[in-house]
């Protein structure tokens, strides 16, 4: 019999499974959907420290999975991890938390015992601080935990990434620590590398070699867990599919959700947990009703200004990290909190040629407001769930995106930066843009006739923008125009792959929450969820980083070593 049995192989599930596994009495199961990835296997494009590609590479996707971003616009492919590992296996390698507030507020929404100081220790016990772990740094920072964090080196960093820096030390001075003090300012991004510098998904820091060969540890891999199985309103295992579509049934004593914020409410959903009317119409049968699954979906809506970079401006390590930089600021908004937009400085805007003549400020709201949601488009766990973000639904998320385009474009104007960029334009991460961006023959010959002729255009490199990248849209008509800017951003709004929020801790007496704090899934027994879904409000971070963190401490509280009050 399985003590464990933990449905998703992501950043959370891994951390699970290595935890858990720590009682040799306990017997655990970790089933993913996607491929194993392990020390010995990783390929280059993952192991990289530079992750351009590895987000691209459909192996590593869920194929068919499409979102939308916003109201008016169209579904768009939408990147999410199927391999082990999940997110940490593709992701921008950032390591950061986010506001100490961001903890607090989950507490004050309905997560009894998720405040800042619960929630510190488990950050300290996840890093490694290879930078900030001595008796000065007041206790923020851990010295033994898997994940090893460090800081690029002033060595490495662009010079378009220095120019920026530059520009802005004024108003927002340069700070060491990105996960220190909470503040506005410029930071040298946290990034979570091994000491040889390549990419540690959780499937490899916490799921090492001595792990793996625990012999209370199963790994199951390629095996896609169609739905949870129960004796009345007892959860008593899961039905996965194998790649043959032939079926197998697993029989455990708990049941752990970890395929994260959108495909952990789609099993709870095809299980018969979420609104009752909604399951009914898909012939699911019911077995508790709970309004919230699938709702409070959040992302950090996003917007870029990208500028061409003449040659000296180029890192001249095009294997490095490429999101050397950040910088945090506060809108001022009313109804906003400090620190609640985060611009990410980029050495080069792409894996490919092109990318490389284009820098960036990548803007997204740090602590956004709008909220979406997600529905089955039908029992079958061979389709993909209706998801659809909802991005600007609140107007402070609008009105901050169109803030951040303005910040970009006055930063990369400035005269300090004259001799760092050509020609400066708005920016996003559009279909167009991913579709070009995939590894492929033809691909390869648009993307190196682009860049040859930027590289050669001169005075006409402006019109070429205009043309071929930009389809028409100019800065400067964009700042004269606020129903232009309103236009493009609503338009070319993209997220950062950050879902979260849709099986959100809360109180029992919330009718929209889906777990308590412990994230027992109300209205049943024997059944947990624990990944970025949980989040009762997005936090002003990259997500891996305070996913593991949840990981860490729901695995204590599975083991009642840790107080959910």
């Not at 120019?163 to 930071?187: E, I, M, S």
């Not at 970890?258 to 898909?282: K, M, Q, T």
């Not at 092109?354 to 089955?376: E, I």
């Not at 006055?410 to 991460?429: D, E, N």
């Amino acid at each position: 019999m399985i003590d464990y049995l933990i449905l998703g192989g992501g950043s959370a599930g891994c951390v699970l499974a290595a935890r858990l596994s720590e009682d040799a009495s306990n017997n655990v199961c970790l089933v993913e959907a996607g491929r194993d990835i392990s020390q010995a296997t990783m390929p280059a494009d993952i192991r990289s420290r530079y992750p351009g590609r590895a987000y691209l590479d459909t192996a590593n996707l869920w194929r068919q999975l499409k979102a939308r971003m916003s109201a008016p616009a169209a579904l768009r492919r939408y990147e999410q991890a199927r391999l082990l590992g999940g997110g940490s296996a593709i992701n921008a390698l950032m390591a950061n938390r986010g506001s100490p507030a961001d903890y607090d507020e989950w507490q004050a929404l309905g997560a009894q015992g998720w405040n800042w100081q619960a929630c510190l220790p488990y950050f300290r016990k996840l890093e490694t601080d290879c930078d900030f772990n001595g008796p000065d740094d007041s206790g923020l920072h851990g010295a033994h935990g898997p994940l090893r964090i460090q800081r690029t080196g002033p060595q490495r960093i662009s010079p378009f990434v220095k120019a920026v820096l530059n520009t802005l030390k004024h108003d927002y001075p340069l700070h060491a620590d990105q996960n220190g003090l909470w503040q506005d300012g410029t930071f040298i991004g946290s990034i979570a590398v091994s000491a040889q510098g390549e990419r540690i998904p959780t499937s490899v820091c916490y799921l090492d070699d001595a792990v793996r060969a625990r012999p209370n540890l199963t790994i199951r891999t390629n095996e896609i867990a169609e739905r949870i199985l129960f004796d009345a309103k007892r959860a008593i295992g899961a039905r996965v599919m194998r790649p043959d579509g032939t079926h197998d049934d697993l029989r455990a004593r708990c049941v752990i959700v970890c395929s994260g914020a959108i495909h952990s409410p789609a099993l709870l959903l095809r299980s018969g947990i979420g609104p009752a009317n909604e399951l009914a119409a898909l012939g699911i049968d019911v077995l508790a009703d709970r309004q919230g699954v699938g709702r409070n979906l959040m992302e950090h809506p996003s917007i870029a200004v990208s500028a061409f970079l003449p040659r000296a401006a180029r890192t001249p390590f095009p294997d490095e990290h490429h999101e050397q930089a950040i910088v945090r600021f506060s809108s001022g908004l009313a109804g906003t909190v400090p620190g609640d937009m985060h611009g990410a400085i980029l050495s080069r805007s792409g894996w490919h040629s092109v990318g490389y003549r284009l820098g960036t400020m990548f803007f997204w709201v740090n602590k956004s407001y709008s909220r979406g949601r997600l529905t089955l488009k039908s029992a079958s766990a061979l389709d993909e769930p209706n998801v659809d973000f909802a991005m600007l639904s609140d107007a402070r998320d609008l009105e901050r995106l169109k803030l951040a385009l303005r910040f970009g474009a006055q930063t990369l104007a400035a005269p300090a930066m004259a001799a760092h960029r050509g020609t400066v334009f708005p920016s996003s991460y559009s279909p167009r843009v991913a579709a070009v961006a995939v590894p492929g023959a033809w691909n390869a010959l648009q993307r190196g006739a682009l860049a040859a002729l930027l590289d050669i255009a001169g005075p006409l490199r402006a019109a070429l923008v205009r043309r071929v990248i930009t389809q028409g849209a100019t800065l400067d008509e964009l700042l004269a125009d606020d129903a232009a800017l309103t236009q493009f951003v609503t338009r070319s709004v993209g997220g950062t792959w950050h879902p979260s929020g849709t099986c959100r801790m809360g109180a029992a007496d919330d009718p929209l929450a889906v777990t308590d704090a412990r994230g027992a899934v109300y209205g049943v027994e024997g059944l947990h969820v624990c990944d970025a879904s949980l989040m009762p409000s997005i936090p002003c971070a990259n997500t891996n980083v305070p996913t593991i963190m949840i990981a860490e401490r729901i695995a204590d509280l599975l083991r009642g070593r840790s107080s959910a009050a």
